[in-house]
């Protein structure tokens, strides 16, 4: 039997005891850190959550997709007034001379094409209608005498002098007819249906287009002439935006991209519009140019009005 010394044996026990322990006590105390740092992040990654009821995702109108790749488009900011093209814009003169009578119609009031605006009156208008008269009942004498000289001198009975002279009177006649024709039609007179019975001092000024009437330089007893501008009246029809878009900005501008603007009083309220022409002179000066869009919606083209300030982005 082999023996040990009690006193070598137990020293080395309690020695290993001791690492055995602490080992142990290693181990405990690191599965305690790693599951708290587990519950950490947890915790951590729990709080980054929003959570939404139905409820509120209907409240908010949120929708749920895909992650897409989407394109974001570059903005162009820009400024100018609303405008019409230039057959949407008259002003209004007389063609003749002479004192405002009759005013009948206000500023700001829409008036139609052939409406009468004004009359004038003037006794020179007695003097073109009665010489158109006068004209008239000559040129079938002259005419007569005219085709009658033309045979005569073709069977050598007449002179050709004779027959010269029929043919400018007629001819001279005849011109001065057509020209007071035409007057009276310029005065809104009907020469088919004058008579000496219905010779006027009056005549009519006559609306070109219909529209508003923005300004008005006449009335009652006021002396024009034919180049005064008397009236002026816009079509809004055709109202349109008129931007300027400084010249390096150009390149990305094209027909048919849309443009979102605002009225100077109303900057949080948007309206659409789309470009249709981009103007191909550049302004010396201010180093811009002009682009020109169309309303997406002609039901709220009574909204604005010529030479109304705006504000717009082009995308």
Same mark, same amino acid.
């Given at each position: 039997?082999?023996?040990?010394?009690?006193?070598?044996?137990?020293?080395?026990?309690?020695?290993?005891?001791?690492?055995?322990?602490?080992?142990?006590?290693?181990?405990?105390?690191?599965?305690?850190?790693?599951?708290?740092?587990?519950?950490?992040?947890?915790?951590?990654?729990?709080?980054?959550?929003?959570?939404?009821?139905?409820?509120?995702?209907?409240?908010?109108?949120?929708?749920?997709?895909?992650?897409?790749?989407?394109?974001?488009?570059?903005?162009?900011?820009?400024?100018?007034?609303?405008?019409?093209?230039?057959?949407?814009?008259?002003?209004?003169?007389?063609?003749?001379?002479?004192?405002?009578?009759?005013?009948?119609?206000?500023?700001?009031?829409?008036?139609?094409?052939?409406?009468?605006?004004?009359?004038?009156?003037?006794?020179?208008?007695?003097?073109?209608?009665?010489?158109?008269?006068?004209?008239?009942?000559?040129?079938?004498?002259? $005419?007569?005498? +005219? %085709?009658?000289?033309? *045979?005569?001198?073709?069977?050598? @009975?007449?002179? #050709? &002098?004779?027959?010269?002279?029929?043919?400018?009177?007629?001819?001279?006649?005849?011109?001065?007819?057509?020209?007071?024709?035409?007057?009276?039609?310029?005065?809104?007179?009907?020469?088919?249906?004058?008579?000496?019975?219905?010779?006027?001092?009056?005549?009519?000024?006559?609306?070109?287009?219909?529209?508003?009437?923005?300004?008005?330089?006449?009335?009652?007893?006021?002396?024009?002439?034919?180049?005064?501008?008397?009236?002026?009246?816009?079509?809004?029809?055709?109202?349109?935006?008129?931007?300027?878009?400084?010249?390096?900005?150009?390149?990305?501008?094209?027909?048919?991209?849309?443009?979102?603007?605002?009225?100077?009083?109303?900057? $949080?309220?948007? +309206? %659409?519009?789309?470009? *249709?022409?981009?103007?191909?002179? @550049?302004?010396? #000066? &201010?180093?811009?140019?002009?682009?020109?869009?169309?309303?997406?919606?002609?039901?709220?083209?009574?909204?604005?009005?010529?030479?109304?300030?705006?504000?717009?982005?082009?995308?």
């Amino acid at each position: 039997m082999i023996t040990y010394k009690h006193t070598q044996f137990v020293p080395f026990i309690m020695n290993s005891s001791k690492y055995f322990i602490l080992i142990v006590l290693i181990s405990f105390l690191s599965s305690c850190n790693t599951e708290d740092i587990q519950q950490n992040e947890e915790t951590k990654t729990d709080s980054a959550l929003i959570e939404l009821s139905q409820e509120q995702m209907d409240l908010a109108e949120a929708e749920l997709d895909q992650i897409k790749k989407e394109e974001f488009p570059e903005i162009v900011n820009s400024n100018g007034i609303f405008s019409v093209p230039p057959d949407g814009k008259a002003s209004v003169s007389a063609y003749f001379e002479g004192y405002v009578k009759d005013v009948n119609i206000l500023e700001g009031q829409k008036v139609v094409k052939g409406q009468v605006l004004f009359t004038i009156e003037n006794p020179e208008y007695i003097k073109i209608q009665q010489n158109f008269l006068e004209t008239k009942a000559q040129i079938k004498n002259l $005419e007569s005498a +005219y %085709k009658r000289q033309q *045979i005569l001198y073709k069977e050598n @009975i007449s002179s #050709e &002098k004779n027959y010269l002279m029929a043919e400018t009177d007629y001819l001279t006649a005849e011109a001065k007819y057509q020209s007071l024709y035409q007057q009276l039609k310029m005065m809104h007179i009907n020469p088919d249906n004058l008579k000496a019975q219905k010779i006027q001092t009056v005549i009519n000024v006559i609306s070109p287009i219909s529209g508003f009437i923005t300004d008005m330089n006449i009335n009652k007893g006021v002396f024009i002439s034919p180049s005064d501008v008397a009236i002026s009246i816009v079509n809004t029809n055709h109202l349109h935006l008129e931007l300027s878009v400084y010249e390096k900005k150009l390149h990305n501008i094209c027909k048919g991209q849309e443009v979102r603007f605002s009225l100077l009083d109303q900057k $949080e309220k948007e +309206y %659409k519009a789309k470009i *249709i022409i981009v103007g191909k002179r @550049i302004d010396p #000066e &201010k180093r811009t140019i002009n682009v020109h869009a169309h309303l997406e919606n002609d039901s709220i083209l009574d909204l604005f009005t010529v030479g109304m300030y705006i504000d717009a982005k082009i995308y």
